[in-house]
């Protein structure tokens, strides 16, 4: 992990409490670059800040995880990440780590912290929820500070075999003596740099292999590989973009040759998004007469979807409506 992605693996344990908050209030658009897009709000009642990027890594999911759990890379991704030492390993997935930070401006700080992985194969998601834990101790070391407030979850979403929607949430209390507008000077960036440098980590080969014949390959390929499966994921994927979820599902139940396409594909991410756009110019056809036909050539529009697909998340409320309002 990099310096942003360190500080994610220490929110871990808090993934129910960052997620069932959010409901996009209070978020502010910070950067959008790349691809990604980072949003920062402030925790009601405290004088503490948390973040959130979202943006897709070319990768399977399996292979993903092959990365998040290989604690030996991540300095690679992890923010300001010095060293790592696994503490307690629980299950394949979950564990309790010990990380070093080297961050600039500011000491050097330490963390304990616990992972937990949970999958929904059904729904093509996974989730690591992880946080600072007193479960098992290190001592500290001089010139360290040690944190004891960190929460967060990297949320991953199926969008094509090789495509996954990748959402960071982050929450901590630096610690220290130092003004916390002055860290998080430092930090807001992390979960936007983690995912950047999460990219380029999981392109190694030993991930990829190591996920090759996997139990977890295994049932997502027992998923992926079922139309009916396929349908669900995806319409409840883009069920999320519009305010009429009935109509679209309507148009997607009776859909045939775009969901034979995604599956003669093997699940690839240019036949969902071509499917998308299908599916959209129908919806808005049907819902407003007329529009689909009028905007589907329209690239601005259809890039505007695209992008509203690849980084849906919990601070967004766009709709494909409130984009096709800017094109009538």
């Known amino acids: 992990m990099t310096r942003k992605i360190l500080i994610a693996s220490f929110f871990s344990a808090i993934l129910l409490f960052c997620i069932q908050p959010l409901h996009a209030q209070g978020w502010s658009l910070i950067k959008d670059s790349n691809g990604i897009k980072l949003f920062e709000r402030p925790i009601s009642g405290t004088d503490l800040m948390e973040y959130m990027a979202v943006g897709t890594i070319d990768a399977r999911i399996e292979v993903i995880g092959e990365a998040l759990r290989d604690i030996s890379t991540w300095k690679d991704w992890v923010a300001d990440c010095k060293g790592t030492q696994l503490l307690k390993q629980i299950t394949r997935d979950d564990m309790i780590v010990y990380l070093v930070l080297e961050p600039p401006v500011i000491d050097d700080r330490d963390v304990i912290i616990k992972d937990k992985t949970t999958y929904d194969y059904e729904g093509g998601k996974a989730v690591v929820d992880f946080a600072a834990t007193s479960e098992m101790t290190v001592p500290l070391q001089e010139g360290r500070i040690r944190v ?139 819902t407003t007469p007329g529009l689909g036909a009028k905007l589907k050539s329209n690239k601005k529009f259809k890039n505007e979807l695209i992008d509203l697909i690849c980084t849906d998340s919990q601070a967004r409320t766009a709709t494909v409506e409130d984009i096709a309002a800017k094109y009538k």
């Not at 979403?157 to 000077?185: H, M, N, Q, W």
């Not at 390959?217 to 669900?232: D, L, P, Q, S, W």
Request: charged share 30%; proline share 2%.
């Open 148 to 286: 004891t407030i960190m929460n967060g979850v990297f949320d991953m979403e199926f969008l094509g075999r090789e495509k996954t929607k990748f959402c960071y949430y982050l929450k901590t209390d630096p610690a220290g003596d130092i003004a916390k507008s002055v860290a998080y000077a430092v930090m807001k960036n992390y979960p936007y740099d983690s995912i950047s440098d999460l990219r380029k980590v999981v392109k190694d080969k030993k991930f990829a292999d190591r996920a090759k014949g996997s139990e977890i390959e295994k049932r997502v390929e027992a998923i992926h590989t079922n139309e009916g499966h396929v349908r669900r994921i995806f319409t409840a994927r883009l069920g999320r973009l519009v305010k009429n979820k009935a109509a679209l599902a309507a148009i997607m139940g009776a859909d045939k040759e775009n969901f034979k396409a995604i599956m003669g594909s093997h699940n690839s991410y240019p036949a969902f998004e071509k499917a998308a756009e299908e599916f959209f110019a129908q919806y808005l056809d049907k």
